[in-house]
């Protein structure tokens, strides 16, 4: 099998914050996988968080046999941007030859739209009810918060768009004295969702707390093996391609979470469509669909993904899958 690996930039519409820092375009990788007659691509965005780089990802790569499936890779690479990139590149290739969609590969039932959240950026309270404003229309925002002052950001946003329903994600940036003290504000401000307020290293401070909103594991959670970490602590596990190391274990992770009494959100990084294409499967019935990374660029592939009224629609086969 023939792997190439390409960096490719998308320049952002606008500067794109968390707690963590500021961005003004998204990296990624793309894998091409060709057995000669047919390609399947995939891309992934490494992500510092996880100390990953875009030279450490390519190199683990470039460090893959000559020859292997779906089932090997599992045990060829860790969880993570590398595993995600070649797995769905995978999944591609598998469908071309085969001449079906990915739906039919897993034996899942043809995918629909589902409506997916929109992420504020996090900003000073007055940019952030403009930007509510601006996107007040939306069923569903995501705030990125993550500071000790966020009160006024969340009041603002509210303002600024009153009728949608408001997620929020602390990017960990929240201690549990932070968190204790917003948490009695968040049904009163229409909060549907929060996701990691903790450190994943210190969200044991989680157990035995009042959550009066479900609370869901981002950073806490990457694969299966999370799992039983995060009884007692979360109400819903955030499942990421990035994290899981592609669509084969995004599959059972969601399996098992579901199993396990968890709720599923299905998140994603800042990428591409193609980036975005997998995880359209993985968002079927799921509690809250986050895959704008699209909406978030000023440029985008060829053949993107649907975004309408109905929320963000499966791939045409030109763009995956």
Known sequence: MQVDVSRDVFRLAQVFTIS????????????????????GWGECVPYARYDETLASVEAEIAGLPADFTRDSLMGLLPAGAARNAVDCALWDLECKQAGKRAWEL???????????AYTLSLDTPEAMRAQAAQNA???????????PDDMPRLEAVRTGAPKATIIIDANE????????????????????????????????ALFGMERPVPVCADESCHDRSSLPALTGKYDVVN?????????????????????????????????????MAPATLLAQGAM???LDGPLLLAEDRNTPLTFDDAGVHPPEVALWG
């Open 20 to 39: 963590r820092g500021s961005r003004t375009k998204a990296e990624v990788l793309t894998v091409r996988l060709s057995d000669g007659t047919h390609q």
């Open 106 to 116: 897993a034996g899942l039932p043809v995918p629909t739209p589902e409506i997916t």
């Open 137 to 147: 229309h939306r069923p569903l925002l995501k705030i990125k918060l993550g500071t």
């Open 173 to 204: 940036g929240w201690s549990a004295e932070v968190y204790a003290d917003l948490a009695p504000h968040l049904v009163r401000l229409g909060v549907a969702l929060v996701e990691q307020p903790l450190p994943a290293g210190d969200d044991d």
């Open 239 to 275: 499942i990421k391609l990035d994290k899981t190391g592609g669509l084969t274990e995004a599959l059972q992770l969601r399996e098992a979470a579901l199993a396990e009494g968890y709720s599923v959100m299905v998140g994603c990084m800042v990428g591409s469509s193609l980036a």
């Open 288 to 290: 809250v669909t986050d």
